[in-house]
């Protein structure tokens, strides 16, 4: 059984940085795409980046408000994914998911991923 466990949320001032881990036990096969969802008090969860299950092929997706503030990454021998937040606003308030699927490619939408962390709190306020 496939498990995600995410960790690293918490408050920190507009303009800090926190980094979220998502260490992940059971999987079946060596590949898998990666993703991290946000959702904020009242809104649906929304994408905010993934990375491809082939690492060599590159292919990460941002969604426009985190660009160049927000890196995803994954270390396959450690079976964990990263997600470093820098800049961070008041506007990234959120609960933030980590997600999985044993599945080739890179994958944009939330019904693609099999596998959720339990979500974890990021507050940006002075």
């Known amino acids: 059984q496939v498990q995600l466990v995410e960790s690293g949320g918490g408050l920190v001032q507009p303009g800090g940085s926190l980094r979220l881990s998502c260490t992940g036990s059971?999987?079946?096969?060596?590949?898998?795409?990666n993703g991290w969802f946000y959702q904020a008090p009242g809104k649906e969860r929304e994408l905010i980046s993934c990375?491809?299950?082939?690492?060599?092929?590159?292919?990460?997706y941002y969604e426009d408000s985190v660009k160049g503030r927000f890196t995803i990454s994954r270390d396959n021998a450690k079976n964990t994914a990263y997600l470093q937040m820098n800049s961070l606003k008041p506007e990234d308030t959120a609960v933030y998911f980590c997600?999985?699927?044993?599945?080739?490619?890179?994958?944009?939408?939330?019904?693609?991923?099999?596998?959720w962390g339990q979500g974890t709190q990021v507050t940006v306020s002075p």
């Open positions: 059971g999987f079946t096969r060596d590949y898998r795409a």
């Open positions: 990375i491809s299950s082939n690492a060599a092929d590159g292919r990460i």
């Open positions: 997600a999985a699927a044993q599945a080739m490619g890179v994958m944009t939408q939330e019904w693609e991923y099999d596998y």
